[in-house]
């Protein structure tokens, strides 16, 4: 079967393995039914996710004209203490932001290949952990805009990392944690002002994902260069595909590109 489209961040289900879903337009595969199947990805072109035209993608899944124009790639995206919106100034468009800054925002911890401090939304949970890939992770503070849990995260990576190492994370290396002994360990960090949004009695999140073979060495794909691979699909975290050969692509890293899948 052939399918055709542009790659986008797949949607997924928590369930007692995690389930992937990739939108190809006029198909939604459900990834998890191509495990262990032989699977030929095409590069096509390119589609950027807000003009639509066949333009490079600079990142994000954008064109560069759009990445600097829209306000869904704001600096304050990927550094959330840059937000503003509550404070009624506006960086791209003040409508947008505050719709998107001023919700339930969430610290968290999760372990994927280390243990990190990250923030999402209320709504992202679990989606956040699942696209990191995170084996468990634990809620510390929830506050009402993206701007006290940017400050948080600030604090606190200063004494926990706020980085995920995909490699370890693909091979499946993990290191037991307790992440109820890491929150209250990193709660005197927490910023003044935040300190009253603590949550105290919550447990780990554990995720499960639907993996056949992990990688021993895994080999990012990159598809615009190769053009075409073939390989057998062995499993999926985080928003990555895994290949019986030990290849390794992102779905999330490639948005933008336009590809078309084998299913054999």
């Given at each position: ?45 390119y ?25 869904t ?7 959330p ?72 995260e ?78 057998v ?32």
């Amino acid at each position: 079967m052939l399918y055709q489209g542009v790659l986008k961040k797949m949607p997924t289900e928590n369930q007692e393995e995690v389930q992937y879903y990739l939108d190809m337009q006029s198909d939604f595969l459900h990834m998890n039914q191509l495990l262990e199947k032989q699977i030929t990805l095409h590069f096509v072109g390119y589609e950027c996710l807000n003009c639509h035209l066949d333009k490079a993608i600079y990142r994000q899944g954008f064109c560069k004209s759009c990445f600097f124009e829209i306000p869904t790639a704001g600096d304050w995206i990927m550094r959330p203490e840059l937000s503003k919106a509550h404070l009624g100034i506006e960086d791209r468009d003040l409508t947008y932001e505050k719709e998107v800054q001023l919700q339930p925002h969430v610290v968290y911890l999760a372990n994927s290949s280390n243990v990190k401090v990250g923030v999402t939304r209320k709504k992202q949970i679990p989606t956040r952990w699942i696209d990191q890939g995170a084996h468990e992770a634990i809620e510390i503070v929830e506050v009402p805009n993206r701007y006290l849990a940017g400050i948080t995260e600030v604090a606190l990576k200063e004494h926990v990392s706020d980085k995920t190492n995909w490699r370890k994370m693909l091979m499946n290396e993990l290191e037991d944690e307790n992440l109820v002994s890491w929150r209250e360990r990193l709660k005197p960090y927490i910023p003044d002002e935040v300190k009253s949004f603590y949550i105290e009695n919550n447990s780990e999140t554990e995720l499960n994902f639907p993996v056949k073979k992990y990688p021993v060495k895994p080999k990012s794909l990159n598809l615009e260069k190769k053009k075409s691979y073939k390989g057998v699909l062995t499993g999926i975290k985080g928003q990555y595909l895994i290949f019986e050969d030990n290849t390794v692509f992102n779905i999330r890293g490639n948005e933008g590109l336009v590809v078309s899948i084998n299913v054999e």
